[in-house]
Every structure is written in structure tokens, then in C-alpha cells.
């Protein structure tokens, strides 16, 4: 239940916050790697319990973004 980085890359924005509800496909975090902007979206409706990147961060491949309840 928790999202992770599929690649290493710079976190460009992070619309969400702890305690969000979120519906399956909303938009969690837009990476960019290798000058492309990538949508990161939510597996699965919840609410996220923890956000662990937040904009300018750095994140390596599998890293963990946003963890779910």
C-alpha cells in the first residue's frame, strides 16, 4: 500500500498532504528524470497516513513517496 519511486529522479511537486483522501489515478507526485515529467498515480483509493518527499528533493530508484493507511 505504499507508493515508491520508479526511477531516480528530482520530485517536482507534491499535491497531496498526510491525512488526504485520494481516489485510484489522482495525481501523488510528478517526478522528473531525464528532463520528462512523469505522474506518479495513486494505485488505489485511502488516505495517505505519511509523505515522505516533498518539492526539490532528490529521490533514488524504490525509494519510498507516499505511504498509504
Known amino acids: 500500500g505504499n507508493l515508491t519511486a520508479p ?5 517536482v511537486d507534491v499535491p497531496v498532504h498526510e491525512g488526504d483522501s485520494v ?6 507526485v510528478v517526478l522528473e528524470s531525464m ?3 512523469m505522474q ?3 494505485p ?6 505519511k ?14 513517496l507516499v505511504q498509504f493507511e
Do not use: D
Request: net charge positive.
Open 40 to 42: 506518479l498515480r495513486s
Open 35 to 37: 528532463k520528462m515529467q
Open 44 to 49: 488505489r483509493p485511502g488516505k495517505i497516513s
Open 7 to 11: 526511477m531516480h529522479g528530482l520530485v
Open 23 to 28: 481516489e485510484k489515478g489522482q495525481t501523488l
Open 51 to 64: 509523505v515522505t518527499v516533498q518539492s526539490g528533493s532528490q529521490v533514488e530508484k524504490g525509494a519510498l
